[in-house]
């Protein structure tokens, strides 16, 4: 295994990793995908200098499937009226609490652990900035160590929480924990191999992500030059730096060997479709 990749192990009460086809009532994918993993990466440590790679995912624990039901607003905050009230405090009109809720049945996942491997590597932005991967490497190592993150990770939805710890050795920790939680039984048979089919693997193109984003401090925005600022015929000021990506979901077939799931995309057959505006 290469210096660039880190592996932290997570496990929780419940998860659901919504699939897609999936229009009213949710129903979870049998595993987490490499997009809940990300996440749960990104939510321990990120910044724009950087961004991961989902490269394995490794099961302890396949949990058990669960079915209850759950309120769920039906409506949500339209972009361009949040624009506008930002522009405008004056014409805001707050969703209020117990308005547009619905009862919904969810398909999750009880009891469930896994051991999440990914590559770190270096943005535009990162690479601009001459900072070392081994910086940020052993920051992640650091905060997971020490149980701290910028947010509290989840598997797959906010309310199901995660509790996570580093792996210095994902394959020896999967042995380790699999005898422990199995009572000596081989690690291999906590899911025998299976072909899962199709995945979303995320929703923004991993190559694409890797051009970094950020957004401008006004110190930055005020030593840009004065003949870009936004007057008759010119260009407004830039905001924020690198890309500022469009949804664009890619899926990837899915298969389980050795109780491990393969998901880098370099490793991987990807499908992109893009994603359809209501």
Request: aromatic residues 10%; proline residues 5%; charged residues 30%.
């Amino acid at each position: 295994m290469s210096t660039n990749r880190v592996s932290i192990r997570v496990w929780g009460d419940f998860a659901c990793f919504t699939r897609p086809e999936m229009k009213v009532e949710r129903v979870s994918y049998p595993i987490i995908t490499p997009s809940a993993a990300r996440g749960v990466l990104e939510a321990i440590f990120w910044e724009p200098q950087i961004y991961y790679l989902i490269d394995a995912v490794r099961v302890v624990k396949k949990g058990r499937w669960v079915s209850f039901r759950r309120n769920e607003v039906e409506t949500t905050v339209d972009v361009k009226k949040a624009s506008t009230w930002m522009r405008d405090p004056s014409d805001f009109a707050p969703i209020q609490a117990g308005a547009g809720v619905t009862q919904r049945s969810m398909l999750a996942l009880e009891n469930v652990e896994y051991i999440i491997t990914g590559q770190i590597a270096l943005t535009e932005i990162g690479l601009r900035s001459n900072q070392k991967l081994k910086k940020y490497l052993d920051e992640i190592a650091r905060r997971s160590l020490q149980g701290k993150c910028f947010h509290r990770p989840a598997l797959g939805m906010r309310e199901f929480a995660a509790n996570f710890d580093w792996a210095a050795d994902p394959q020896a920790t999967l042995e380790r924990r699999a005898t422990e939680v199995r009572e000596g039984e081989d690690w291999r048979q906590i899911w025998p191999d299976e072909d899962l089919g199709l995945m979303l693997y995320d929703l923004f193109d991993h190559e694409l992500r890797g051009r970094g984003f950020r957004w401008l401090s006004d110190a930055e925005i005020a030593q840009l030059p004065k003949t870009g600022q936004k007057t008759a015929g010119m260009e407004p000021l830039p905001r924020h730096e690198g890309e500022m990506l469009k949804p664009q979901a890619a899926f990837f077939h899915a298969r389980i060997k050795d109780a491990k799931m393969e998901c880098h995309p370099d490793n991987v057959k990807m499908v992109r479709r893009p994603i359809e505006e209501d």
